[in-house]
């Protein structure tokens, strides 16, 4: 019996009426219209896509908004925005009524009209709004809401999201992002916020001169403090904003030898040259480490678009090119940073799916050391006289008095100080990797990160982890255990971790891998790597095959 074809119901029609008649945007309505026509004239793909972009609202969290830039409540738009801000404001004005707001965006598609909107919203409840002067790395944001003692800070932006996305990033009066019960309490507000239509509006913000830019950037410049200079240096910001930015921080902290990748040089909302805008994506340095080979660099850095991650690469004594993984960089920088550290009983975080390597090298400067939930919303929080937080996915945060979030302008102004005392020496960041490595033990770490179309698989895959655990991975005996507080997965053995749970940002599964191995003698480093990597290799495959949908 042939299937009837599915049928647009009166309640999808009524709602989606009432949302174009509420909308504050011509294109949006005008997207909309187009897309309930279609769907009323019986095509099952505008039905879908309208059943789609209806069904619930863009859901805000911890990481505040995230998702594709597409008119109706299920996307990122004004109104979307409009509604957010509202809720923002009201639960802002129960703590502090007018006080500061800084608002900041990225290059991304609709970013303007957003930040835009947001300043609009806030001004008309009567908040004394500040706007950065233009597309601007999120930890200017970030440094911009703790120096002028703002309430909250909100960047548009989707980080290293697909270039279809967009964002809303909201950071709290300390600078940092917020967490619970913050986010549930705005997003009650949110859905008490009359139609985006009915929802004051001013007229705007007082726009920001270069001078927080100048500041954020002189005190930046201030963390190399090495002395040596002679370093060439290999830069793309991958299509995003922090080209500009991070070639005037290194040049600021002395750094001229800088070469930036020329086809992702200026801000491009496409990323045309990328599958996916993250310097984790396999490819997406590949045109950088090209550059460092063609320019003989001494050091290779990749920002992600927002410019709040760093990836560092560096040349072997082979003479080929690698990116370092997101715990080696952080090892390595937690080393030299709490060499360097001035404060009394320092603290140094990592987080519970990074390499577990930092907490030795702290205990060797005498430092304390502290494992938070993922996310530097955490790890910010982590404790007294915090020096240094990194995450595995590339986070990192150098300079914790004045960016309370993570930081790539700074990582990299950090790495290319080190990398320049270590050429002054006549080594190099691998041969320091080298000597934490013999100095701590070994440490490889990677990744496992299937991306689901179907969310619905993602959860199911996630259940039947839970539910049909296995008993060995790469050939060793594992136990279970839940995380309650991370909502995830540990599966643990001799010398092998895995962690697995739900990206909050994109529609992926994420298990973090871990391999160690004792502390060995000079002579056997290679070969101990190589036995820890097999290890690692195996366990990415065992670990692949169990978040395959079924």
């Avoid at 835009?116 to 809401?145: I, K, Q």
């Avoid at 902290?253 to 990323?271: C, I, R, S």
């Avoid at 987080?351 to 050391?369: D, P």
């Avoid at 996630?462 to 060995?472: D, F, H, N, V």
């Amino acid at each position: 019996m042939q299937q009837k074809p599915p049928r647009l119901t009166p309640e999808l029609r009524d709602t989606t009426f009432r949302w174009i008649a509420d909308d504050v945007d011509d294109d949006s309505r005008a997207q909309m219209q187009d897309l309930l026509a279609r769907a009323m004239a019986g095509d099952t793909e505008a039905l879908s896509e309208l059943d789609d972009r209806m069904s619930g609202t863009l859901t805000f969290g911890t990481a505040g908004l995230r998702g594709p830039v597409r008119a109706g409540p299920n996307g990122m738009n004004t109104a979307v925005v409009v509604r957010t801000t509202a809720g923002l404001a009201a639960w802002l004005a129960k703590r502090n009524p007018g006080g500061t707001v800084v608002i900041g965006r990225d290059a991304r598609h609709g970013s303007e009209r957003f930040a835009t909107a947001a300043a609009e919203v806030l001004d008309a409840a009567g908040f004394d709004v500040r706007v950065l002067p233009r597309p601007l790395p999120t930890p200017v944001l970030a440094y911009a809401t703790l120096d002028l003692g703002a309430c909250a800070g909100i960047q548009v932006t989707a980080s290293h999201n697909p270039p279809a996305d967009n964002g809303y990033k909201v950071f709290d009066h300390t600078g940092i992002q917020i967490v619970p019960p913050a986010d549930s309490e705005i997003e009650a507000e949110i859905a008490a916020a009359p139609a985006a239509v009915a929802v004051p509006k001013g007229k705007g913000a007082r726009l920001l001169g270069d001078e927080v830019v100048d500041s954020y950037l002189d005190r930046i410049a201030a963390l190399a403090t090495a002395g040596a200079r002679d370093l060439r240096i290999a830069v793309t910001p991958l299509h995003g904003v922090g080209g500009t930015v991070v070639v005037d921080a290194l040049r600021r902290a002395g750094f001229t030898d800088v070469h930036l990748v020329e086809a992702q040089a200026e801000p491009d909302p496409d990323f045309p040259t990328v599958a996916f805008p993250n310097p984790e994506e396999p490819g997406a340095t590949d045109l950088l480490l090209q550059l460092a080979a063609d320019v003989d660099a001494d050091l290779a850095i990749a920002l992600d678009p927002d410019a709040d991650r760093c990836a560092v690469g560096a040349r072997g004594h082979d003479g080929s090119w690698r990116m370092l993984t997101g715990d080696e960089t952080g090892v390595l920088l937690g080393d030299r940073l709490l060499a360097r550290t001035q404060v009394a009983d320092p603290l140094v975080a990592t987080t519970i799916v990074s390499s577990s390597l930092l907490a030795q090298v702290a205990r060797a400067h005498g430092a304390r050391h502290a494992r938070t939930l993922t996310g530097f919303k955490w790890l910010m929080r982590a404790g007294e006289r915090l020096v240094y937080a990194y995450e595995e996915a590339l986070g990192l945060c150098v300079n914790p008095g004045f960016v309370k979030d993570k930081d790539g302008i700074a990582a990299a102004v950090f790495a290319a100080d080190v990398a320049a005392e270590a050429k002054s020496q006549g080594r190099t960041l691998l041969d320091l990797l080298d000597e934490l490595t013999v100095a701590h033990g070994v440490s490889v770490t990677g990744q496992v990160a299937p991306r689901f179309t179907d969310l619905a698989e993602r959860a199911a895959v996630m259940e039947r982890l839970r539910t049909e655990p296995p008993t060995t991975l790469a050939g060793i005996p594992v136990t279970t255990e839940e995380l309650p507080d991370a909502d995830a997965l540990k599966l643990s053995g001799e010398r092998i971790r895995v962690i697995v749970r739900l990206s909050g940002t994109e529609p992926k599964v994420k298990a973090y891998l871990e391999v160690t191995m004792p502390t060995p003698a000079p002579d056997d480093l290679v070969s101990t790597r190589r036995t820890a990597q097999e290890t690692l290799t195996a366990l990415r495959d065992d670990v692949a095959n169990l978040l395959t949908a079924r």
